[in-house]
């Protein structure tokens, strides 16, 4: 077996091992099947009231923590030349590896495989953007939180940093799925040394 082969069927056990926990109902049509390994998760914080429920296309995936969506019913921003632009939006309550970090490729293959183009998904608590004009979200695939699967999968740390005020963290449990992954040697935590992304950044800078 080749060692891509293997990645992809570690990868695969990985996701697999997600936790469940309690859904987030969904009634909007044409959301697609569910996807394999996602935990059944919903934001414990409840959404903003200001923040109503929010639903999306998927144009592509950026990173291992960050999305770009066609928002229903928005205007789309444009280029300088005119042209639609879709809207990055960046997972809220966790920090994914840097693309050039340990980690950073396999977060981002898993995000690919929840949400390809054209994936319908819902947003909660999506009424605010971080210092880089991100839109900053829970994402709902068919009642499934990615937000929670990134982190029972081992494949993100929980953010407990600074956000904008009154935006919630995510949900409340997100520090507890972190430390259910690292005791189990999930993702990223199969290195007890594992880097947090912030301590990646302040040590090498940005990719």
Known sequence: MTAARLSAVALTLLLAACSAAQSVPSSRPGLGAEAPGLARASARTPPLAA???RWATVDRVSDGDTIRVW?????AARTA???PRSTSVRLLGLDAPETCQSGGAQATQALRGWLPPGRRIALTNACQADRYGRLLATVHLDGLSVNAALLDAG?????TG???TGQPRGDTGFASRQARAQQQRLGVF?????QSPWDFRRTHGPC
């Open 51 to 53: 923040c109503p429920l």
């Open 71 to 75: 928002l229903d019913g928005e205007p």
């Open 81 to 83: 030349s005119g042209k």
């Open 155 to 159: 494949l993100a740390w929980h953010w």
């Open 162 to 164: 600074s956000q904008p």
């Open 190 to 194: 199969a290195d007890p040394l594992a």
